[in-house]
């Protein structure tokens, strides 16, 4: 796996963990609460959303072995461009059921590339 890959995949393993960090010991009603928390999150999704697409185009078949890419990139289009559509109760979904897999996806192929 070429360096600009590892790259991007280390932004995305980062982003989840700034993700998790900034939810732990939260509950939704925290997050819907809080307009800064909420734009942390949404801002790590952004990053995970668009390092995702990049690594699709430079290295597809490394993006290949992310479950839902196509989905992931999609929410982080939703994200900066769909602002009045974003439902914190999907985000908050998205944080506590998907983020673990694709974290442990990301770690997998960053162990592999290594």
Do not use: C
């Not at 908050?92 to 673990?100: A, N, T």
């Amino acid at each position: 796996m070429r360096l600009e890959a590892k790259k991007l995949l280390e932004d995305m393993r980062q982003a989840g963990a700034l993700v998790l960090d900034f939810t732990a010991g939260k509950t939704f009603e925290d997050y819907a609460g809080d307009k800064l928390l909420r734009s942390a999150v949404q801002r790590q999704f952004e990053i995970i959303g668009e390092a995702l697409s990049r690594l699709a185009r430079r290295e597809p078949a490394a993006a290949a072995k992310i479950t839902d890419r196509r989905q992931i990139i999609s929410f982080r289009n939703v994200l900066i461009h769909g602002d009045d559509i974003v439902d914190d109760q999907v985000v908050w979904d998205v944080v506590r059921h998907k983020l673990p897999a694709l974290l442990a996806e990301v770690q997998a192929l960053l162990a592999e590339g290594a």
